[in-house]
DNA sequence: TATGAATGAGTTTTCATTCAT
DNA sequence: AATGAATGAAAACTCATTCAT
């Protein structure tokens, strides 16, 4: 019998528990995102056993869940956080910039939300996924509301703007992101039309889309 | 050794078996489109043995792989006669009205190409996605230059265009679509910000967008 | 789920729980000596689950490599064991008999060593094969020395005779062993030549090389 | 309709596509010596489509028997040529040296014969296996009594001796070859007992059965 | 005779999840 | 709570051989 790990038995131990299985996912997946990680080796990194981390997640899908949860709530927050100045709640070019750092900073996102739609949901109980969309709206929603009033529009319109924004940044990031092996191969001139960086195509394409969007129809 | 189907000799014949593997995948993958058919299945609807299948196919992904290729082909082939009507040309209404259509009717366009990115190119060879990569291109430019001929628009602008239009038409899916067993659950109001019929969402996105990336800068 | 067999948790269990995987696997190796069985009959027959015998052994392959060093290293025992016995340790045809009668009680030695050359080791990992060849190799040079001693020889010398007599042994059964369905047909008279039986020539076929070997060049 | 080849009408002719086949087998078998190529493989180096093959013989295993035939058949011829020439009949020193060069030459035959107990003899129809084993046996006998003639030996003797001078050959090899891969690791000063080389070590050890098996018992 | 399209048997291995300890 | 041993489903692909043309 090897160590046992110290038992958690306050809700804080436990909690810190979940975020240290949470982390060790994070981190492996960072590692290679092409596919995610085995509980194994979630476990093993977590410095817990197999058994273990399933008092704290009912699947595997939950963890990767979680994760996409966290940087979804990082990513509103920063555009809550963005739109609660005053001062430079008005200026797109603030916006775009500020959200092109968060994706810039957290890699992985949108590699799982390309796996979560055929991936992850498939496995996940729908109790759970229930629970991960209901999170996700009311976010939205409140994000959604302080966009509103940064730029006076009607109600729902702000919701609409952050989901057709994260529309346009999920469908372009899975256009132009490639896996390591495919760089060499697209290095060739014909394949330039679709190499433009994602980091540059993305903040025209939304600013496209923004300016599109806040004329009067 | 059950009855062997007759021979594909001549090349038509072969295209023609081939034509058959690929429509089974299709009906296959569209009965149940949150898994890849495997390829018995695949050879038992196509009435061939499973070896026969990879005669015409180096790898089960290479099967879809076509069937996505298929599919943007006609997507780029309906934009493109739209275009080329000099009528129609003009209008963006009726533009998007083609588009929407042409999805509607190709349900499993933007399911398998939810799984492309995550699914499909990790199991392809690096050849077999070069060569897929590569027919997109090509027509991506060429139809691109149809649009910048009836908007007036300099070279590398319409291929950038279409790049950005579909991939707001993918995100918009992978946000708005829910596999059935959803349904019932989302019908709560308190989803209802993020249930907006994909039908109806997507042309008034793609409309704020052209508007946007149309306008002089 | 089928009734889980007691779980082995102590490392005694353990070992023991390995033992019982090759002691199924060559049982049926015994019963069919012309091919491998394969993972799932071992398992059934070990009373575990396919998944089990993984737990225990790497590869199929490391199943049968562990049943070869188990009688290699038996046969070199009983050689180790014959020389160390002051008394018949230097009667040739003591050990001839000894030699012999290992043989004659371990059936399936010679035919998993046929494979090893052509089938397992092909397929083996090569940390696998320098763990198995390099344990091997020891006890060869340790009876080796053993046999140096009986016989008063050069340092070397003894690994050189076993293998040399090891070598002679599995050449001899190779020719001269055949599938009982080839026994029949071996009987006519014109096969005489290439029928004589294993242990009647090994033993004289030995003889003659020590008689040889043991002259002063 | 590719090119169809020339029909092989007469009898020379179909003899010599026959040998077409064997030899592009050996090229290939020579190529890589730790696998059977397939029949595709041995079509296409023909020149032939892989149906013709089977019209030449009637499985694969028959091709590499039929090669396997033509080595021994080549050793032996050897042997025989050698203790045909009077004056070099009574040195056993030079037929050593002629047995050795023809191994060398040979590399594959020692390969083939190590498959052939476990590998060609399992999927060879007993007719063929027959047909085999006797030729083998009759040139056997010939030789054996050549070289009775040689030394002197009761009826039996020399084809004995042959069997058993094959044996230790076949048995060293097997121990002492090793594929590519494995030398680097065995170049470890740990494995020098198992190392020494096929060509140095056969000499002396046939030299040393010989020594034993030439004298009064 | 020659071709090559069609066949289909056959098996290892991984890994999410469970549950006895 | 923690452990880790046990489970077993699931599927792609090769290739020797056949036989219609």
Not at 174 to 201: N, V
Request: proline share 6%.
């Amino acid at each position: 019998m090897r160590s046992m790990k110290q038992r958690a038995m306050g809700s804080e131990d436990k909690a810190a528990r979940r975020a240290d299985i949470l982390a060790a996912a994070r981190a492996l997946y960072r590692q290679n995102s092409y596919q995610l990680p085995s509980v194994a080796q979630i476990a093993t990194a977590s410095g817990l056993a197999k058994g273990t981390v399933y008092l704290y997640f009912r699947t595997k899908e939950e963890i990767f869940v979680a994760l996409l949860a966290e940087d979804f709530t990082g990513l509103l927050n920063e555009v809550e956080r963005h739109f609660s100045t005053p001062s430079s709640a008005g200026s797109l070019d603030a916006f775009l910039s500020d959200y092109m750092a968060y994706l810039k900073h957290h890699p992985e996102l949108l590699r799982l939300d390309a796996m979560a739609y055929s991936v992850l949901e498939q496995n996940l109980d729908i109790e759970q996924m229930r629970a991960f969309k209901l999170g996700l709206t009311q976010q939205l929603v409140a994000t959604g509301a302080i966009i509103e009033r940064a730029f006076a529009l009607p109600e729902g319109r702000g919701t609409s703007l952050l989901m057709r924004t994260y529309a346009l940044t999920r469908g372009l990031w899975q256009t132009l992101d490639y896996p390591p092996c495919m760089s060499e191969l697209l290095a060739a001139p014909e394949f330039a039309p679709i190499r433009p960086p994602f980091l540059t195509e993305l903040p025209q394409a939304l600013a496209e889309y923004w300016r599109g969007a806040l004329q009067a129809p």
